[in-house]
């Protein structure tokens, strides 16, 4: 069983950097690929990002390509989202979730997802 703790999320204004954590419990992490979702009001929860269990391989969305960075350490179990030049529209609740096993980490799909975060909000005044 794992079980993951977002931190990190406050309002912070346009232009603007935060940088979340992940925190992660049980031996799996370290061999378990990693993603970040977010979720807006009255949206679908969209992918982010992920990364790989080494840390060597990262994917990110377009829309935040350019502008979030993922990373973990794998000796503290936290896999971090920092997230430069924010937008309004990047307002939402972020949460990290486990690569399933067997499942691909590029892959957008909550289905492919699993162990999921209680999520922490970020928002982004214009």
């Known amino acids: 069983q794992v079980q993951l703790v977002e931190s990190g999320g406050r309002l912070v204004q346009a232009g603007g950097s935060l940088k979340l954590s992940c925190a992660a419990s049980g031996r799996t992490f370290s061999s378990a690929d990693m993603g970040w979702f977010r979720q807006a009001p009255g949206k679908e929860r969209e992918f982010v990002g992920s990364?790989?269990?080494?840390?060597?391989?990262?994917t990110y969305a377009d829309s935040v390509k350019g502008r979030f960075t993922i990373s973990r350490d794998n000796a503290k179990n936290t896999v971090y989202l920092q997230m430069n030049s924010l937008k309004p529209e990047d307002t939402a609740r972020y949460y990290c979730?486990?690569?399933?096993?067997?499942?691909?980490?590029?892959?957008?799909?909550?289905?492919?997802?699993?162990?999921w975060g209680q999520g922490t909000q970020v928002t982004v005044s214009s």
């Open positions: 979730a486990l690569v399933s096993a067997g499942r691909s980490m590029y892959s957008s799909d909550t289905k492919d997802y699993s162990y």
């Open positions: 990364i790989s269990k080494s840390g060597g391989w990262t």
